[in-house]
């Protein structure tokens, strides 16, 4: 199942990124999706799961259709994402054991500009936050991976985005990127590829870090999937 377009939201724009390792692919492990909850209220998120091919795809596809079923009648992001993680203990064994990691939240357009967020992180690398200057902080956030236990450790995040500021989602496959010595890109460099006071739009900052990902790792290319999702206020 190929990742859906992402539709237009109220105060904010939103740019996406999503490259599957291995030829012939489609869809990997990686995955992000977008979608409404009603009265300007919407739900994001990006996540990883545990392996690769049509075992991953299939986890990958229970993971958002669950989501989406079930957001828009739970009180919050945490129930949905509980709901996603007994959606993953209760998958028979011929869907894959693997885990899951997974950033889920909902927004909404914050009175006098900017966004009202709230999220959780299971598991997943942190998300960050681009100031109006340009410089990404990590968000600190617990979380435990899904698919696990019946009662993974979830905490909520609240974060008022103001506008021209961002919140970037990204998955492992680009902190763990390697040069042609095996040596990882790391967060240190892509904390400073995102350091750019010059790319404020959503897409400018994932074309950062893509570039930078791909002069790190030059022939030897990309053996990991990798997806991004940025959410920037909108003025």
């Known amino acids: 199942m190929l990742l859906p377009e992402v539709p237009a939201l109220p105060g904010a724009r939103v740019a996406t990124y999503y490259h599957p390792a ?5 869809i990997g492990g990686d995955f992000y999706d977008v979608f409404p909850l009603g009265d300007d ?7 990883d799961v545990c392996g690769r091919g049509a075992t991953a ?13 079930v957001a828009a009648l739970l009180p919050g992001p945490d129930a949905v994402v509980r709901a996603v993680n007994k ?14 990691t997974l950033v889920h ?16 992180r299971a598991g997943h690398t942190l998300p960050l936050h681009i100031d109006k200057g340009g410089i990404p902080r990590p968000i600190e956030c617990e979380g435990s991976l899904l698919g696990i236990t019946a009662h993974p450790s979830l905490d909520a995040r609240r974060l008022r ?6 919140l970037v989602l990204y998955t492992d496959g680009f902190a763990e990127a390697r040069d042609q010595d095996g040596e990882q890109f790391g967060e240190e460099r892509l904390l400073q ?5 010059r790319r404020t739009s959503p ?33």
Do not use: C, K, N
Request: charged letters at 20%; glycine letters at 12%; hydrophobic letters at 45%.
């Open 22 to 26: 291995g030829e012939g692919l489609e």
């Open 41 to 47: 209220t919407w739900a994001f998120m990006l996540g």
């Open 57 to 69: 795809a299939t986890t990958t596809a229970l993971v958002r259709h669950t989501a989406r079923a």
């Open 87 to 100: 959606a993953l203990l209760d998958r028979p064994l011929s869907h894959g054991t693997g885990f899951v």
């Open 105 to 120: 939240g909902h927004l909404a357009p914050a009175p006098g500009g900017g966004l009202d967020i709230t999220f959780v």
């Open 161 to 166: 985005l103001r506008p021209a500021e961002s």
């Open 193 to 197: 590829a995102l350091t750019d006071r």
């Open 203 to 235: 897409e400018g900052i994932i074309d950062a870090l893509t570039q930078a990902v791909h002069a790190y790792t030059g022939a030897r290319g990309v053996d990991d999937d990798q997806a991004a999702l940025v959410l920037t206020a909108d003025h």
